[in-house]
T-cell receptor, first 114, second 113 residues
Framework: DGGITQSPKYLFRKEGQNVTLSCEQNLNHDAMYWYRQDPGQGLRLIYYSQIVNDFQKGDIAEGYSVSREKKESFPLTVTSAQKNPTAFYLC?????????????FGPGTRLTVT | GESVGLHLPTLSVQEGDNSIINCAYSNSASDYFIWYKQESGKGPQFIID?????DKRQGQRVTVLLNKTVKHLSLQIAATQPGDSAVYFC????????????FGSGTRLSIRP
């Protein structure tokens, strides 16, 4: 089955530790995205990548980093510089520009930092 | 950017009735619009999309209406079922060359038995 996988589903970390969230897609999509969602709120864009080895900051990139070494993978690192990292993180991909094509979302990773 | 509220607006509908979820979009240059459904603890799921050269598009049990004059988008769900309970987000592209989309804050749809 084609789709987007995110692992793990739940992740717990101590404050001050960096943590990397996995996102893999086998849809052969060029573009990939990371969003953050807080309880009762909409999605906010962290980073996006339109092609391998290239990525751009979204609206709330501070305290996060990404890499896009392979077309199918777009891992997100939540660094200790992120002031409020506890949230639900969603990865998505699309055939091309998000402005023209629908995005397909993964199941999400819920990160809790204490 | 989109406004982010602490509390989602909620629409409560009797099972079997039709649901209408409304969305006001912000950018008059937007020419692509999408509705997503998000169930609790899951990622958003694509429902239907519409481009600005249309004012209505129908899917299975769903219809999206676009009024560009007042920058308004609506999602109509026919014969609402318990499985329709979710948060519904509208999204716009801002412009046709956009590499990202702008999500609205969402509406929670609650179904009464």
């Amino acid at each position: 089955d084609g789709g987007i996988t995110q692992s793990p589903k739940y992740l717990f970390r101590k404050e001050g530790q960096n943590v990397t969230l996995s996102c893999e897609q086998n849809l052969n999509h060029d573009a990939m995205y990371w969003y953050r969602q807080d309880p009762g709120q909409g999605l906010r864009l962290i980073y996006y990548s339109q092609i391998v080895n290239d990525f751009q900051k979204g609206d709330i990139a501070e305290g996060y980093s990404v890499s896009r070494e392979k077309k199918e993978s777009f891992p997100l690192t939540v660094t200790s510089a992120q002031k409020n990292p506890t949230a639900f993180y969603l990865c998505a991909s699309s055939t091309g520009l998000a402005g023209l094509y629908e995005q397909y979302f993964g199941p999400g990773t819920r990160l809790t930092v204490t | 950017g989109e406004s982010v509220g602490l509390h989602l607006p909620t629409l409560s509908v009797q099972e079997g009735d039709n649901s209408i979820i409304n969305c006001a979009y912000s950018n008059s240059a937007s020419d692509y619009f999408i509705w997503y459904k998000q169930e609790s603890g899951k990622g958003p799921q694509f429902i239907i999309d519409i481009r600005s050269n249309m004012d209505k598009r129908q899917g299975q049990r769903v219809t999206v209406l676009l009024n560009k004059t007042v920058k308004h988008l609506s999602l109509q769900i026919a014969a609402t079922q318990p499985g329709d309970s979710a948060v519904y987000f509208c999204a716009e592209n801002g412009n046709s060359s956009a590499s990202k989309i702008i999500f609205g804050s969402g509406t929670r749809l609650s179904i009464r038995p």
